[in-house]
């Protein structure tokens, strides 16, 4: 667990926003930043995020549900979502886990991913348990 980002202290409710500021979140991580990882899935690896997952009931949509649009592939069990406005991938429904959110860890406010310690795991999302 990590507890601090940089000179960001996370909070046990800590906000997400996009780019533009139109969507906001607020996640419950009473454990700071759980596993942070990337996964190398055809989706994720085009753009590039690093993620944790929070509970289903720890992610609350503050402002700009409106604003999001969400984007399913493949299996059409993850839930992708982003924001309409400036595009910036705020969170997903996972495949992997369906009661989990994955978050985009740079949405969370204050807080620079380039200053999370390494290396950062890769999942294999090429090879998911879902596709056998």
Known sequence: MIKRIGN????PRHRAVCHCGAVVLELELPDGVVDPRRCNCS???RRGAIVASVPLAALRIVSGEGTLRRYQFNTMTAQHYFCGNCGIYTHHQRRSNPDQYGYNIACLEGVDPFDLPGPI???DGVNHPADR
């Open 8 to 11: 960001t202290d996370i909070q």
């Open 121 to 123: 795991p890769v999942g």
């Open 43 to 45: 989706m994720c690896r």
